[in-house]
């Protein structure tokens, strides 16, 4: 049985930066991919970033590139997004997500095990 279990959210001024962790277990992964999607409330559901296991592909959100910097810990079985530069528009529930395929996809529907979430605010 897949697991993915966020940490890592909070609070924090425009500006700050924040690192989410995604703790994965019950499987070998390294023929996964990975990915962050975050939902806003009353917004449907949004590709943040995504990456290989192997860490050979990686894939951003246009509004995202250049602050956000998406990774795997293989020792630990985690991966990480390290949020900097924030926005109030960054707020959201930041989700992680697996794909049985070592493949990066935007589309949430190609992802097949998904974390219960963690809250992000980013205060003005």
């Known amino acids: 049985q897949v697991q993915l279990v966020e940490s890592g959210g909070g609070l924090v001024q425009t500006g700050g930066s924040l690192r989410l962790s995604c703790a994965a277990s019950?499987?070998?992964?390294?023929?996964?991919?990975m990915g962050w999607f975050r939902q806003a409330p009353g917004k449907e559901r949004e590709f943040v970033a995504a990456?290989?296991?192997?860490?050979?592909?990686?894939y951003y959100k246009d509004s995202v590139k250049g602050r956000f910097t998406i990774s795997t810990d293989n020792t630990k079985n985690t991966v990480y997004l390290q949020m900097n530069s924030l926005k109030p528009e960054d707020t959201a529930v930041y989700y992680c997500?697996?794909?049985?395929?070592?493949?990066?996809?935007?589309?949430?529907?190609?992802?097949?095990?998904w974390g219960q979430g963690t809250q992000v605010t980013v205060a003005s």
């Open positions: 990456i290989s296991w192997s860490g050979a592909y990686r």
């Open positions: 997500a697996a794909r049985v395929f070592d493949r990066v996809s935007p589309n949430p529907d190609d992802y097949n095990y």
């Open positions: 019950g499987r070998t992964f390294s023929s996964y991919a």
